[in-house]
């Protein structure tokens, strides 16, 4: 095989391997909880009413 087509199948693999990794990574049971806190806390209204917002309070 050509040195140049040994190097892109090599790269390949190793790409491979880094997502699969990542996707392990974040997809694991510990972070799991962590990720549906940080997903949902933008859903969460923390404004009080009558509190000053940027475009002057209005909705």
């Not at 095989?1 to 880094?18: A, Q, S, Y």
């Amino acid at each position: 095989m050509d040195p140049v087509t040994t190097l892109r199948i090599g790269v390949t693999i190793l790409m491979f391997v880094i997502f699969i990794g990542i996707v392990w990574w974040a997809y694991g049971g510990r972070r799991s909880s962590r990720f549906h806190v940080a997903a949902h806390s933008v859903l969460q209204d923390d404004d009080s009413p009558g509190s000053v917002r940027g475009d002057g309070g209005a909705k």
